[in-house]
């Protein structure tokens, strides 16, 4: 019998080329509009995967973005990695969740069926992974987002009585894949009176703990001011930032990583 916390397998981690390739927008066009994004992602290999044996009930999220996207390239020894990991800094979910589903809702917020153009915007190609606290994937979990259009508005009643434009679909989701993964296609978020930039963003899946929060600009000034972002302890703010192309000539270029970690115990195969 195992004990409490007894690891069995190595670290399940991407290797360096598949970094690579999610970076590659061109790859990822071909899946832009699926709501499955297994295929996307068939391509990418992970080693095997530890086995904790207790559960944690809590999200986590990886405490640096930056470096440890990086590690995840390299074979990182498990206990290391799960060491590694922290809990996601869960936000609130604010007023402005839909009160209706809309008809389109797929993960491709730039384009609305039935509008003969695309929404106001810099197209940014979000993209992230569901994992446990130990890496390990977390597939088939709904991945919801939503955020104000290009001029700071919801499609909301209480926003203003819902004068977002009707080209940007506001809401949307997606599942993840066997892989974890998730991807959207959605605008650069803005800000708008009393908010800096953000994306919400909530996960939840059948017999798991689900999370809310609210995914920020790397780099953007008004984040200082912002009272939600302020909330979260100072050395855990690097795991609610992602980098977006920053002007229309970036648009599609720059994929925003957004990885989340979620305490659900999951055994890797
Ligand atoms: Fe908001």
Not at 63 to 77: E, H, I, N
Not at 165 to 192: C, D, L, M, W
Not at 220 to 244: C, M, S, W, Y
Request: charged residues 25%; neutral net charge; glycine residues 8%.
């Amino acid at each position: 019998m195992r004990k409490s916390g007894e690891m069995t397998r190595t670290a399940c981690i991407p290797r360096a080329q598949d970094a690579q390739e999610r970076g590659n927008p061109r790859a990822q066009d071909a899946q832009e509009r699926g709501n499955d994004q297994d295929d996307f992602w068939l391509h990418l290999k992970y080693n095997n995967c530890i086995e904790p044996v207790h559960p944690a009930r809590s999200f986590l999220m990886l405490p640096t973005r930056r470096t440890l996207l990086k590690a995840t390239t390299l074979l990182v020894p498990s206990a290391t990695l799960a060491q590694a990991l922290d809990f996601t800094q869960a936000q609130t979910e604010g007023p402005f969740y839909p009160t209706q589903i809309p008809l389109d809702a797929d993960a491709d917020l730039v384009q609305v069926e039935g509008k003969s153009r695309p929404a106001t915007g810099i197209v940014s190609h979000l993209s992230g992974r569901l994992l446990d606290q130990n890496g390990c994937p977390i597939q088939n979990a709904k991945v919801e987002i939503w955020q104000c259009d290009a001029f700071g508005a919801y499609h909301h009643r209480l926003d203003r009585g819902n004068i977002a434009e009707a080209e940007f679909q506001g809401y949307g989701y997606t599942r993840s894949g066997k892989n974890g993964h998730y991807r959207f296609r959605t605008i650069r978020p803005v800000s708008y009176p009393g908010r800096t930039p953000h994306i919400h963003v909530k996960v939840s899946k059948s017999g798991m703990n689900g999370l809310t929060t609210q995914l920020y600009i790397e780099g953007e000034p008004q984040n200082q001011k912002d009272f939600l972002f302020n909330r979260i302890p100072e050395e855990k703010r690097g795991g609610v930032l992602a980098t977006f192309p920053g002007s229309e000539a970036e648009s599609e270029t720059v994929v925003p990583e957004f990885d989340i970690v979620i305490g659900q115990t999951i055994v890797c195969a």
